[in-house]
């Protein structure tokens, strides 16, 4: 089995990681959180040999899902997300796109609960459910391959704001040493805005650790 490819594209008013996740031998790849960009996705990994196989959610704020919808429909994959951010993809006061004059919502094919494994194309996760910067906030840890999809639960030298509907700081931060502390140091962490970081950095300089 070949190396997990992580792919990302910033996209959006607030420069979203999104990132597509594919093994070179198939080139079948899990998309997540797909910013306002449903058509241009689809279109810049088909141009480059991918397909989309899932659709996955870190969590429902307006900048993460307003290209959901689209590239659903056009790719035919399934969308996933935490069983606990129901209230949030599926409102729109709670996913803030009430905030910016374009209510959208999304529901969900699958909802999926915390400790859940999940097998496409060949990539094996497990859903950490991470509340905090929202109530359903989740991360996607690909164990065998030392990868984790944090969302705007952890961010490099920092965490995601938790001042919105539905999030808390103090569960925030009790997710990260509950869900997230106990990870091997060597795992890489992808998130939600700003650069790749890694456990071992963000337990030895992150304020927010504990």
Known sequence: MSELKVGRLVLGMVSTNCYFIYRAEDKKAIVIDPADSGEYLYQKLKDNGICVAAIFLTHGHFDHILGCNELRK?????????????????????????????????????YIKDGEELDV?????????TPGHTKGSCCYYFEEDGVLISGDTLFAGSVGRADLPTGSEGTLIRSIQNKLSGLPGTVKVYPGHGD????????????YWG
């Open 74 to 110: 056009l790719s035919g994959a399934r969308v996933y997300a935490c069983d606990a951010e129901k209230d949030v993809c599926e409102d729109t006061h709670n996913n803030c796109t009430d905030q910016i004059g374009r209510l959208y919502t999304v529901v969900a094919d699958e």
């Open 121 to 129: 194309a060949g990539m094996k996760c497990r859903l950490l459910h």
């Open 196 to 207: 790749a970081t890694t456990i071992e950095y963000e337990s030895k300089y992150n304020p």
